[in-house]
């Protein structure tokens, strides 16, 4: 009893210090808003990667605009959103995206806030002649609505089309791509063998596209630590989601490497983001590595064997190999295989007759 009781003491002093780190942050924070147009980059920066984030919406929408040089004068300029060329498709995802609206909305409260996240994509977009839509676009651009409001939400939007999302509003999904073939050799600088365990698996790095396309928006389930991810993002390189996504792999080894090696295996226990991981830490591990091996150097990184991986169109559509096919092929006479190839028709089939519905039911 008395060790119980002091491990419980011990933690009620630990989410005391917690608290009061917080409270003093906050009244750094604050202080450092007063300040208007003087606040130094590099301390909302700090801020943004330090433990907690910027802590709440009301300091992300003013040290937000800030880092990126919006004022608040700004505003993309009015267009006819139905004459975008992708407007179908981007409502079908405003449509579907009703697992992040809170459950306690009215029915009109919930057709506005797809009306105004329908706005904030296409306005975004149509600032550039050559941006074009992806699918995950609109979770990022849900975040920033959150936070920042529609006006503000387009203007942001428009403005990481030309810095962090830039690679990924190009008419293909090539430089995503490269981006994703990134993950493993960071991982085996820090831990050989389980990038050597990945690339022997040959699970490849699709695992990887929801988190680095919608900056993990897609597969987490707490808005606040979505935000909080968003601090970071937003104030780091355009890699910096390649950095987090390694440091997760290199945290989440011994769950890795405790499946079998082979392909379904290995892909589903990367795919499957935990709800509870430790991102505080997370990002300091990120940051270690994004200074250890900064964009410069980690294209140029080494590794072992060519890594494969699917070609990726916009919409998300797989656009199968002739090498990936063959080994799809070899592989489906397995069990295994068998399990996978028929969940994948079956799933493909279902996002067919899904697409083919919603097209007609606009």
Known sequence: KAVVSTQSTGRRRSTQDVRERMREKERYIRQLIQQGDNIPLNEIRSLALSEGGL?????????????????????????????????????????????????????????????RLRNVIIKSLAEGPNRHYYQGYHDVSLTLLYVLG???????????????????????????????????????????????????????????????????????????????????????????????????????????????????????????????????????????????FPPSVIKTLPIKQQEIILQVSRFGYLDWSRNWATKLLEYANTPAGIAITSSFLVGFAALAISAYSGRFSL
């Open 55 to 115: 802590l709440s919406n009301e300091y992300r929408r003013v040290l937000w605009l800030k880092f990126l040089g919006v004022n608040t004068e700004q505003s993309v300029t009015e267009c006819d959103i139905t004459e975008f060329r992708d407007y179908t498709q981007v409502c079908l995802d405003v449509h579907r995206c009703s697992s992040r609206l809170k459950s306690d909305l009215t029915s009109r409260e919930v057709l506005a806030i797809k009306s």
């Open 150 to 292: 529609e006006r503000f939400a387009a203007t942001v939007m428009s403005r990481l089309c030309r810095t962090h999302l830039a690679s990924h509003i190009r008419e293909n999904l090539d430089e995503t791509s490269q981006q994703m073939k990134l993950i493993v050799p960071l991982v085996s600088q820090k831990n050989p063998e389980l990038a050597e365990f990945i690339m022997r698996s040959e699970a490849g790095t699709m695992f990887s596209l929801s988190w680095i396309i919608t900056w993990f928006a897609y597969v987490l389930n707490d808005e606040d630590i979505i935000y909080r991810l968003y601090d970071v993002f937003v104030t780091t390189p355009p890699l910096m989601p390649v950095y987090l996504s390694a440091a997760v792999i290199l945290y989440r080894k011994s769950q890795i490497m405790e499946v079998e090696c082979e392909l379904s295996s290995v892909h589903q226990v990367l795919h499957n983001l935990p709800q509870d991981l430790p991102f505080d830490m997370l990002i300091r591990n990120a940051v270690d590595l994004l200074e250890e």
